[in-house]
């Protein structure tokens, strides 16, 4: 199965995360976040930065669109994920010049298909998260149950509260019929030391064991 590590702030975790396997890398563009990448990383030292396949995602919650591509192309971007309430026409404009990634904070009562309807024509990937105050993570799951059987028809990372001691939850969870779209697992802050900084002794035991799922 395919992993994210999101909320990094060097890109010397980046590639030893590469050397893992890891697929994706999630870089925060939010100024409020504590895991802000550009208050650690320049954008000239991101752009430079290329594994042997690990994929640079950037983060945005409710950014100008504008400022959203030129971080794209100043930061060397390989996919975008949008974390706010961008509308389907926000999405479908910097779906036209990147790889989208639609994120969704989901409730134990969400009705997931329609609050995605409108978005299933306009980007490229779905991601459910735990609803927050806030539009940073919780450290919390989400009842995956409310994805059980669900026709979801587009890739989607699994995120939300993901810890070290979910391997078996996830392997339960694989042999849903809602997981033939299950892309990506997403993981985050219960893998960290500190705000950005990742506990690798924590996530290559946990990458190893995703990989035979």
């Known amino acids: 199965m395919r992993a994210k590590v ?10 030893a995360l590469d050397e893992m396997g890891v697929e994706f890398a999630g870089f925060i563009f939010y100024p ?3 895991r802000y990448i550009l208050k650690q990383v320049a954008k000239e030292a991101l752009k430079k930065a290329k594994g042997q396949q ?11 669109q504008d400022e959203v591509i ?29 790889t989208v990634i639609k994120a969704f904070r989901l409730r ?22 735990t609803a927050a105050l806030d539009y940073g993570g ?22 939300g509260g993901i810890g070290p001691d979910d391997i078996e939850s996830l392997t339960a969870f694989s042999k849903d019929p809602v ?7 997403d993981i985050n802050s219960r893998f960290e030391s500190s705000p950005g900084v990742k506990n ?3 996530v290559k035991p946990f990458i190893q064991q995703l990989k035979l799922i």
Request: proline share 3%; hydrophobic share 40%; glycine share 4%.
């Open 6 to 15: 999101c909320g990094l702030n060097s890109v010397a975790q980046m590639m």
């Open 32 to 34: 409020k976040s504590p």
């Open 54 to 64: 690990i994929n640079k995602v950037g983060v945005f919650v409710n950014e100008q």
């Open 70 to 98: 030129r971080m794209v192309d100043e930061c060397g971007l390989y996919l975008v994920q949008l974390h706010g309430d961008e509308t389907p026409r926000y999405c479908e404009k910097i779906a036209d010049y990147v």
């Open 108 to 129: 134990n009562d969400d009705d997931v298909l329609w609050k995605i309807k409108d978005y299933q024509n306009v980007v490229d990937m779905f991601l459910f998260d």
């Open 138 to 159: 919780t450290g919390k799951q989400f009842d995956w149950n409310i994805l059980s059987k669900l026709h979801i028809n587009k890739p989607f990372f699994l995120s």
């Open 179 to 185: 997981a033939k779209n299950l892309f990506s697992v």
């Open 200 to 202: 690798m002794d924590l």
